[in-house]
């Protein structure tokens, strides 16, 4: 009498994609820019309207047309590149549909109303942060390896596998086969290698594009230019000047604030000021003035630490005002100065990367 088998149990656990990092990233920067670029355009323009006397064809529908494609187009197709040019498409297509949000948040359909900014901004930022999440190496099980392992079976279909991408799937199949608890996975694993390391499977010379040029050529350009000594003493003038301008902006309200005379014409700007429009608004741009003082504080602070030769600790806390900035006080910033807020952000996103790749290229964390 032959023994009954039981049905293995199914395994619904979902498998994070090895290439998500890649896509959100070309999804935020697809985000960033059709929002910049259609405030830019419009505002040069002169916010021309697509239409006539009866329709209006809004931005926000050629946004909700992208985002279908993106869509159609991951459900439809299976190719990696087909994922980039996606993501490229629901970036784009977030960004010109939430462009519009003032629209959908007011009775009066308001597309430049105050909260629309901040409401960009911070969605722009949890996109960043998904991001920052997703790309945080994680340790995969063998079912999860496997999951990789079979995409990266593409290159060999697509004849496109490579001496180091051919490695790279050999050791993930060897570490499958020695950690996983299934036999079916080792034995699906110990086949695969068997395949791979075969001469039935097409190896391609792996050839210098245009990308890998431009960063070779782009770190020639900062080593030849941007020994430590010059890197550093650009960014603490980067940092100094970003303390002293913060600084003096508070000082002069701080100045104000303590001048009779000055207070009550301050409180008639604010009455004036079409954001503050009442105690909460009033509230927000206080808590706003704080966060700005903290911010410039501790810019100062890292200064001082930079100018020590104290580079470790002077780029945490630089770092610790640039982050605070961009996610705290800028959300603020975005609601009383609307998008002129952009050019900040984009120098304080540009000094914060550019302190990281001082802390990354001289090894400051183990300093």
Same mark, same amino acid.
């Given at each position: ?5 039981h ?7 979902p ?56 869509g ?20 784009? %297509? ?34 960043v ?48 086969i ?12 110990e ?103 903290i911010?410039?504080?501790?810019? %100062? ?12 600790? %002077?780029?945490?806390?630089a ?30 996103? %540009? ?13 400051l964390?183990?300093?």
């Open positions: 009498m032959s023994e009954t088998k049905p293995a149990a199914r395994v619904r656990r498998v994070l994609n090895r290439n998500a990092p890649d896509y959100l990233l070309l999804m935020v920067v697809a985000f960033g820019v059709t929002v910049v670029g259609t405030r830019a355009f419009l505002q040069i323009t002169g916010f021309p309207q697509l239409g006539n006397e009866t329709f209006h064809i809004a931005h926000a529908l050629w946004g909700g047309l992208l985002l279908l494609i993106g159609w187009l991951m459900l439809m197709f299976a190719n990696r590149w087909i994922f980039r040019l996606a993501a490229v498409a629901a970036g784009a %297509g977030v960004g010109l549909f939430i462009d519009e949000v003032g629209k959908f948040i007011t009775q009066t359909t308001d597309y430049f109303f105050p909260l629309a900014a901040p409401i960009i901004y911070a969605a722009f930022l949890i996109t942060f998904v991001y920052l999440v997703v790309r945080r190496p994680r340790a995969q099980d063998a079912r999860a390896a496997m999951y990789t392992i079979l995409e990266d079976l593409q290159e060999v279909l697509d004849r496109d596998l490579n001496d180091d991408e051919r490695e790279a799937l050999l050791d993930r199949l060897s570490q499958v020695a950690d996983s608890q299934r036999d079916d996975l080792r034995h699906l694993a086949m695969l290698r068997s395949f791979i390391e075969s001469d039935t499977v097409p190896i391609r010379t792996r050839a210098t594009t245009p990308w890998d040029r431009l960063l070779e050529w782009l770190h020639k350009v900062e080593v030849r230019w941007l020994p430590r000594g010059r890197y550093r003493m650009l960014i603490v003038a980067a940092v100094a000047v970003t303390s002293i301008g913060s600084l003096i902006a508070i000082a002069a309200l701080a100045a104000l604030i303590f001048d009779p005379q000055g207070r009550a014409e301050l409180i008639s700007l604010l009455i004036e000021a079409p954001q503050v429009t009442g105690d909460a608004s009033l509230l927000s741009y206080l808590t706003m003035i704080i966060l700005e003082a911010g410039a504080l501790l810019m %100062g602070i890292a200064a001082v630490l930079y100018v020590r030769g104290n580079d470790l600790l %002077g780029s945490r806390i770092s610790l005002a640039l982050v605070v900035s961009l996610t705290l006080t800028n959300v603020l910033g975005f609601y009383f100065d609307q998008f002129a807020m952009i050019a900040t952000v984009l120098f304080q996103l %540009g000094l914060l990367l550019a302190i990281v790749r001082y802390q990354q290229r001289f090894a964390a183990t300093a």
